[in-house]
Nanobody, 126 residues
């Protein structure tokens, strides 16, 4: 079992920044591929960014490319999402997702993730 716990959400003005963190306990963190998803009210949960277990490969949704950065610290068992130049349309609950992996690749399909955090709210005001 893995229990991811997110933090770092909040209210920020458009153009501002937030750094989300996710600590994943219960399994060797370095053997897990990680993803950040978000879900706005009335919408589906979508992938924002994903990172492989060694941290040298990552994926970004087109809507956040150039503004968000995913990274991880395998000593601290933590994955981060640095969100810059935030827009009102970035408002959503952000979820951290985990899957065990021995291929060292990232995953973009929501169905491929086995463990989820409770989410952290990000609200961007205009």
């Amino acid at each position: 079992q893995v229990q991811p716990v997110e933090s770092g959400g909040g209210l920020v003005q458009a153009g501002g920044s937030l750094r989300l963190s996710c600590v994943a306990s219960g399994r060797t963190f370095s053997s897990c591929s990680m993803g950040w998803f978000r879900q706005a009210p009335g919408k589906e949960r979508d992938l924002v960014a994903a990172i492989n277990r060694s941290g040298n490969r990552s994926y970004y949704a087109d809507s956040v490319k150039g503004r968000f950065t995913i990274s991880r610290d395998n000593v601290q068992n933590t994955v981060y999402l640095q969100a810059n130049s935030l827009k009102p349309e970035d408002t959503a609950v952000y979820y951290c997702a985990v899957r065990s992996d021995n291929t060292n690749r990232y995953f973009t399909d929501i169905q491929e993730y086995a463990y989820w955090g409770q989410g952290t709210q990000v609200t961007v005001s205009s």
